[in-house]
C-alpha cells in the first residue's frame, strides 16, 4: 500500500489525484489545500484544509498520515522550498527543491543557464540590476521588446511590446519599475511565432516528454481580452501539433534534456519533478519562452488521463532516479480542455453565484477547480470554476465532444468556444507556414 499526498487544490491536482488512484498499487490519497475540491475529496482517505505556506502543517499533515511521498501541484510552494522542508521529515516531494525551482521562479537565472552552456534557445536578451544601458537597450530592438519581472508573479509580471506596451517610453518605464520592486529585471527580444507546452517527467538525468500542448491565456474568442490562468488546451493523437513538426518536438526536447544536465552540473543537484518547457516555434526554429517546475494548469488534464504506465511508478522512478529503466507510455487520442468560469472573470469575477453540473453526462471529463460545495449545492468561487475535458481521434471531435458538456453547465459562467476548433487549427497552421517559407 501506498499514501500518497498531493499538495494544492484545483483541476490540476484532482487530475493529478485521479491518475495516481488509477495505479496498480493499493494507493491512499491525502491533500493539502487551500480550498474543499468536491472531486478531490471523493478521491482520498483525508483531506486539510489550510495555507499553502504554511509549511508546518503540510508537514504535520503528511507525517501524521504516514505519507511516503507527496505530489506538489503549483509553483509557489516549490519556489518556497516545500521539497526541502519535507525532505528534512524523511518525505519525498515530486518537485525540485527551493535551489532547483528556480528554473521557474527567476527568468534571468534560466536564461543565464542557457547562455553559460550554450545551449540552444535563448532569444537576444539581457539582465539588468541596475538602469545603466537599460534604455539603450530596450530601443535596440526596434519596438520588438519583452520586459521581465524576475520572480514568481501569477502571469503578471510579463509585458510584451505590441501587446501591453506601446512605446520605448513605457518599456522603459515597467523595467524601472521591476528594478524597483525586484533589484532586476530581464529585457528580451519579442520572439513571433507558436507556442506550445512540451512537460516531461525528469529524474535529473532522464527527461521523458508527455504529448505537446497548446494553452490559451487570453479570456475571450479569437485571443482578445486580458490574461487568464489559462482557458483551455488541445492536444493530438500523434503528440505533436498540427503547426509542429517531429523535429519542433526534437529540438525542444534536446534543450531540456541540456538543461536538466546543465542545472545539475550547476547547483550539485538532481532536478527531480516536472520540467516543463514553453517553447515557441519560429522561422527560426524552436526557443525557449521559459520553464515551469511543475504541470501546466490545464495542461495536466490534456495529458494524464492519456497515461497507460502506472503513474506511481512514474513518481518512484523520478525519486529514485530510473526513469531510465521504464518505459512511459500516452495513448494516442486528441485532448480538448476547456475551462468554464464566472461570467466578468478575470477582472470582476461574480462569485458567490450557485451553478450546476447536472445535465452533464457522468462519463465527461470533469476536474473541479475553484467552487464551493455547499449542501444545497455548488457555488462559483470567483477564479476558473470546472475544466471539461474530452478526447477523440482527432482534435474536432473532441473539440466537439467538450463543447457539447461544457455548455450544459447551468449558470452565469462562460467558456472560450474556439479553442481547437477547425477555423482556429487552420489559421495556426497557415500562420507558421508562412513563417517557415
Ligand atoms: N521572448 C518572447 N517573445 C515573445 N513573446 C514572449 C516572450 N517571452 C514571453 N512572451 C509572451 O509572454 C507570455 C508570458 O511570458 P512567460 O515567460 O511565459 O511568463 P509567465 O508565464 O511567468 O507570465 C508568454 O506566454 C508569451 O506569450
Ligand atoms: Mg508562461
Wanted: hydrophobic share 35%; net charge negative.
Amino acid at each position: 500500500m501506498k499514501q500518497i499526498l498531493v499538495i494544492g487544490s484545483g483541476a490540476r491536482e484532482h487530475v493529478i489525484g485521479e491518475t495516481l488512484k488509477r495505479s496498480q498499487q493499493d494507493v491512499k490519497l491525502f491533500y493539502f489545500g487551500n480550498s474543499k475540491n468536491p472531486g478531490l475529496v471523493k478521491l482520498c482517505e483525508k483531506y486539510e484544509i489550510g495555507k499553502l505556506d504554511d509549511f508546518e502543517n503540510i508537514k504535520k499533515f503528511a507525517l501524521e498520515n504516514k505519507i511516503d511521498f507527496a505530489v506538489c501541484g503549483p509553483e509557489a510552494p516549490l519556489a518556497a522550498g516545500i521539497t526541502d522542508y519535507l525532505l528534512e521529515a524523511g518525505i519525498r516531494v515530486v518537485g525540485p527543491n527551493k535551489k532547483l525551482a528556480q528554473l521557474e521562479s527567476s527568468k534571468s537565472f534560466t536564461r543565464d543557464l542557457l547562455d553559460k552552456n550554450n545551449i540552444k534557445g535563448n532569444p537576444l536578451y539581457k539582465n539588468f540590476f541596475d538602469n545603466n544601458g537599460l534604455k539603450e537597450y530596450i530601443g535596440s530592438f526596434k519596438g520588438n521588446y519583452v520586459i521581465k519581472a524576475d520572480g514568481l508573479k501569477g502571469g503578471k509580471g510579463v509585458k510584451v511590446s505590441g501587446d501591453h506596451l506601446f512605446s520605448d517610453e513605457e518599456g522603459y518605464k515597467y523595467a524601472l519599475e521591476c528594478l524597483r520592486d525586484e533589484g532586476k529585471v530581464v529585457v528580451e527580444e519579442k520572439l513571433i511565432g507558436q507556442e506550445f507546452s512540451l512537460m516531461s517527467f525528469c529524474d535529473g538525468t532522464t527527461v521523458i516528454d508527455m504529448p505537446a500542448v497548446q494553452d490559451h491565456k487570453r479570456a475571450y474568442d479569437k485571443d482578445k481580452g486580458p490574461n487568464t490562468g489559462g482557458m483551455g488546451s488541445y492536444s493530438d493523437a500523434n503528440h505533436l501539433l498540427p503547426f509542429l513538426t517531429s523535429k519542433d518536438i526534437d529540438e525542444a526536447h534536446h534543450i531540456s534534456e541540456s538543461v536538466a544536465n546543465a542545472i545539475k552540473t550547476e547547483l550539485g543537484e538532481y532536478y527531480k519533478g516536472i520540467l516543463y518547457g514553453g517553447f515557441i516555434a519560429t522561422k527560426n526554429g524552436v526557443s525557449l519562452i521559459e520553464y515551469n517546475a511543475r504541470f501546466g494548469d490545464p495542461e495536466a488534464m490534456n495529458v494524464l488521463p492519456l497515461l497507460e504506465t502506472d503513474f506511481v511508478l512514474v513518481c518512484e522512478a523520478i525519486l529514485d532516479g530510473n526513469l531510465d529503466k521504464i518505459n512511459v507510455n500516452f495513448r494516442n487520442k486528441a485532448m480538448v480542455c476547456k475551462y468554464a468560469v464566472p461570467r466578468g472573470y478575470p477582472d470582476n469575477p461574480i462569485r458567490g453565484t450557485k451553478i450546476s453540473l447536472d445535465k452533464i453526462p457522468a462519463e465527461a471529463g470533469l476536474y473541479f477547480a475553484s467552487v464551493d460545495e455547499k449542501e444545497d449545492g455548488l457555488y462559483l468561487g470567483g477564479s476558473r470554476a470546472i475544466a471539461i475535458v474530452a478526447e477523440g481521434d482527432n482534435i474536432f471531435e473532441a473539440e466537439d465532444k467538450c463543447e457539447d458538456a461544457i455548455k450544459l453547465i447551468e449558470g452565469p459562467v462562460f467558456h472560450r468556444s474556439d479553442i481547437g476548433t477547425e477555423s482556429m487549427i487552420n489559421e495556426k497552421v497557415r500562420m507558421m507556414e508562412k513563417l517557415r517559407s
